[in-house]
């Protein structure tokens, strides 16, 4: 088993719709939990993170966190075109000291 | 100002040749990482250096070698290159060290070997 997994993709909504992006981890001890958005043939640049179990809302993008289910979650709402990109999740447990990265979703908004 | 710089952007070279790529961040973070992206698109950390001390070395061939002259450079240096390290490298760092959680990442190093 993976220590992150996100749903396979690539997914594909249409323009104003929303999106849901999916993960779930293995390390019980994780604490932190992040979002990245990787263009094409750029660097993922961090979108979303969230600490504790509920949501997080910033603008369009709300986070959501199930520690006991060991599941967070990404929504997109009134996704545009410009939110086409690859999706990573991140998990980040101190002890560790690392992020545990997922292999991320492809998401593709069409107009 | 660029964040977090790597350079050079584009390395093309051939199998057995030795390289390095360089990597600074100006944002006076104490933690920096390196990350290779291979062709699908798997992010995977290969090292981490925390006020220039290595704290994560995770399996990756002796061939590679990172060096953190202070904690705003982080560089890597390979030797006798395979046809299998062609990938992005990806330079990051973070102040909250050692978790590792928000990132800046570089604009990454696209590694070609012939």
């Known amino acids: 088993q993976k220590e992150v997994e996100q749903n396979s993709g690539p997914l594909s909504v249409p323009e104003g719709a929303i999106a849901s992006l999916n993960c779930t981890y293995s390390d019980r001890g994780s604490q932190s939990f992040f979002w990245y958005r990787q263009y094409s043939g750029k660097s993922p640049e961090l979108i979303m993170f969230i600490y504790s179990n509920g949501d997080k809302e910033d603008g369009r993008f709300t986070a959501q966190l199930n520690k006991a289910s060991q599941y967070v979650s990404l929504l997109i709402r009134d996704s545009q075109p410009s939110d086409s990109a690859t999706y990573l999740c991140?998990?980040?447990?101190?002890?560790?000291?690392?992020?545990?990265f997922g292999d991320g979703t492809t998401l593709t908004v069409k107009p | 100002d660029t964040a977090v710089s790597q350079t050079p952007k584009y390395l093309v070279t051939q199998m057995g040749n030795d390289k390095s790529i360089k990597c600074e961040q100006n944002l006076g973070h104490d933690t920096m990482y390196w990350y290779k992206q291979d062709s699908k698109k798997f992010l995977k950390i290969m090292f981490s250096y925390n006020n220039k001390e290595l704290i994560i070395n995770e399996t990756v061939p002796n061939r590679f070698s990172p060096k953190s002259p202070d904690k705003a450079h982080l560089n890597l240096h390979i030797n006798s290159l395979e046809l299998g390290d062609s990938a992005v490298y990806f330079c990051a760092s973070s102040q909250e060290a050692p978790q590792g959680g928000l990132q800046y990442f570089g604009p990454g190093t696209r590694l070609t070997v012939t």
């Open positions: 991140a998990v980040s447990n101190t002890n560790a000291g690392k992020s545990t």
